[in-house]
């Protein structure tokens, strides 16, 4: 039997040695030649998927400030109640639109008998997840009209068992935040809070929250903490910000307004979430933008991981998919403001009106804004008519900021190319192109910019997916074959980086029980969270991007996919390294005899490795370390080497030069 095995094995040997190919290749590293932008590998940020409220953003109690369009939505009366009869009008939204026209509604109790049980529980996003050991902050605002009213605030478990709890006192009838601190005793994805109220008396209370201490830099109120380290550690160019369709709305008045998401939480106005209803096949009619996590606390994200900031502004045009609601053009000025007043927000001094407020939030020092947006996936000479408008008044008085516009939802056709015979006369200067393709499509467009007009505005590779099943299918999936057809077609991106400025995946978070749109970057738990493959991918281009590219070819062509094989290469000026990219999207194992020109001695190479035999496979929440990239290293001499490029493999080489 052992023989018989051995024969195989020898016999599979023979056969794979028949199989592997080997392809001269010459990297040259003395002539660099254009440079890579620090912007080029970013980040897009939209709330969909609940990548906002229930994600990156740590609140873990849902519709917190009663303002869902059913203000009970995600909350249930304590005792649990047949009808609401029986409650006798304890528990009731008072509207305190006088108080707060932003946030009015605002819960009521009248606890008439002492010694009746009277609370709220909340179910949390799709529960919430706690860890043993940690604490957590419980905050209200609340007054007490009459009587005597106190609260116990408890974290139960998915068996209903109480895992931590604290008492908080209510003094006085003027409006005032409470606070308390529950150290859990259990993990579990899957608590409720509870909020009783002891006692007699009456008594108003509104957003009602709670949240790890164990945040983001430990911020209070914070973001939740591995979301943003896995970003951090993608060292991204930029972050944009915030969309996406969110951007535009469904409607008007759906669009994002950030002069809504600044300043103290309790006065930031919540929409609903345009993802909400969006898909027949994943709705989630709880789903809202409470605004916590607002234009602030995205600037100081940026700042937080280097990224630089790349905001985008409604042009007066909302998703021309849905509504297509237009302002008229004579009565653009309010989103032109927006778009001024937002440089003045992040950039002006701490004695203007805007850069005041940045101060008074904690950050005097400006965000260093160079980018903004105008407009998404917009189309036709109503966008054109619009962004002509807001980028002259935001030239006139910043010519130095940079304006990104759009071409529309696709990166080629009609529209996509009506686009691109008029933004260069409207002098644009960065345009957005999106492709959500089939992964074969990747493959095949690694050419796609090498004969871009050089004499024209610049490329940002905005939002880019390959879709295993069918663009925006729930079927699709994170697997390799998509991420190894990016990888191949972002050699095109970097070779052509006096082009391509900027690029970036999309969309970037989703929530394994509560997403909208697949394929995504990053998914989450309430607890945990991973890296898709497509991810590392991502991390492999931005981690190793260099700073000039040079040129790798064999016989004398680029490797834009002959026999399956692609490569990018640069050099790294700060580190004074050679960086070769290599990806074989073919079954075959390939053999590369390289050569590097400018490389004499004997040299230490780092190689960074991502393979998987099954190109269907993907990461998952239970098995989130299926796909990912391995480090080893190898020596050359003289610039020479034989690398093996297994099938379906992704190689990154570092060499100190
Ligand atoms: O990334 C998801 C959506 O795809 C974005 O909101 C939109 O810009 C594109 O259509």
Redesign the pocket.
């Known amino acids: 039997m052992r023989k018989t095995l051995t024969l195989i094995t020898s016999f599979l040997l023979v056969i794979n040695a028949f199989a592997q190919k080997t392809t001269k290749v010459e990297v040259d590293a003395t002539k660099p030649l254009v440079t890579i932008q620090p912007t080029m590998y970013g980040i897009?940020f939209?709330d969909?998927n609940f990548a906002a409220d229930g994600g990156l953003y740590a609140e873990l109690i849902k519709n917190r400030s009663f303002e869902f369009e059913y203000p009970w939505m995600a909350w249930k009366h304590l005792p649990e109640a047949e009808t609401r009869f029986s409650i006798q009008n304890e528990l009731t939204i008072y509207n305190n639109s006088k108080g707060n026209p932003n946030n009015p509604r605002v819960v009521r109790v009248d606890k008439r008998d002492e010694k009746k049980e009277l609370g709220l529980q909340n179910e949390g996003f799709d529960g919430i997840g706690i860890k043993k050991g940690e604490k957590y902050d419980f905050s209200a605002l609340a007054r007490l009209n009459k009587g005597s009213i106190s609260l116990l605030v408890e974290i139960i478990n998915s068996k209903n068992q109480v895992i931590g709890s604290t008492t908080v006192n209510l003094l006085g009838s003027n409006w005032q935040r409470i606070e308390g601190v529950i150290t859990a005793t259990e993990t579990d994805p899957n608590c409720k809070v509870n909020v009783f109220f002891k006692g007699a008396g009456q008594l108003d209370i509104d957003m009602i929250s709670l949240f790890p201490q164990d945040t983001w830099k430990g911020r209070k109120g914070g973001l939740r903490k591995d979301l943003v380290q896995l970003l951090a550690d993608l060292k991204p160019g930029f972050v944009r910000f915030p969309?996406?369709?969110?951007v535009e709305g469904r409607t008007l008045a759906e669009r994002y307004q950030w002069k809504k998401t600044v300043g103290k939480i309790e006065n930031r106005q919540q929409i609903v979430n345009r993802w909400n209803m969006e898909f027949k096949h994943r709705p989630t009619p709880d789903y809202y933008q409470t605004f916590g996590l607002g234009f602030y606390e995205y600037f100081l994200m940026c700042d937080d991981i280097g990224a630089t900031p790349l905001p985008i502004l409604s042009c007066g045009l909302a998703c021309q998919?849905n509504s297509s609601e237009m302002q008229p053009l004579e009565d653009l000025d309010p989103f032109v403001q927006d778009a001024l007043d937002l440089i003045e927000f992040a950039n002006g001094g701490t004695d203007t009106k805007w850069g005041a407020l940045r101060a008074e939030m904690g950050h005097p020092a400006p965000f260093n804004l160079q980018m903004l947006g105008v407009g998404?996936?917009q189309w036709g000479e109503e966008y054109f008519e619009r962004y002509s408008i807001i980028s002259k008044a935001v030239h006139a008085k910043y010519p130095n900021i940079k304006l990104v516009s759009g071409t529309g939802?696709s990166s080629d056709g009609e529209l996509f190319e009506q686009a691109e015979k008029t933004l260069p006369k409207l002098n644009a200067q960065i345009v957005d192109e999106?492709y959500?393709k089939e992964p074969k499509w990747f493959r095949d467009n690694a050419t796609r910019y090498d004969n871009y007009d050089r004499n024209r505005y610049k490329i940002f590779a905005g939002?880019y997916?390959a879709q295993s099943n069918g663009v925006?299918t729930p079927d699709n999936k994170n697997n390799w074959e998509c991420a190894l057809s990016e990888a191949a077609f972002m050699t095109g991106l970097e070779r052509n980086a006096d082009v391509v400025y900027m690029t970036s995946y999309?969309?970037l978070f989703a929530h394994v029980n509560r997403w909208q749109?697949t394929p995504d970057l990053i998914w989450f738990d309430n607890l945990t969270s991973f890296g898709t493959a497509n991810y590392y991918v991502q991390k492999l281009y931005a981690n190793n991007a260099g700073t000039k590219t040079i040129s790798i070819k064999s016989n004398g062509e680029n490797l834009t996919g002959k026999n399956g094989l692609y490569g990018a290469s640069s050099i790294d000026e700060k580190t004074n390294e050679v960086i070769i990219k290599l990806i074989n999207t073919s079954s075959e194992t390939h053999t590369i005899d390289l050569n590097i020109n400018g490389l004499a001695a004997k040299a230490n190479v780092k190689v960074i490795s991502m393979l998987e035999k099954d190109i269907k496979n993907f990461n998952t929440i239970t098995e989130p370390n299926k796909i990912v990239p391995v480090e080893s290293a190898i020596s050359i001499a003289q610039g020479k080497a034989n690398l093996v490029l297994e099938p379906y493999s992704f190689k990154v080489f570092r060499i100190k030069k």
């Open positions: 897009f939209e969909i969309g996406g369709c969110i998919f998404n996936e939802p999106h959500y939002e997916a925006a999309a969309p749109w």
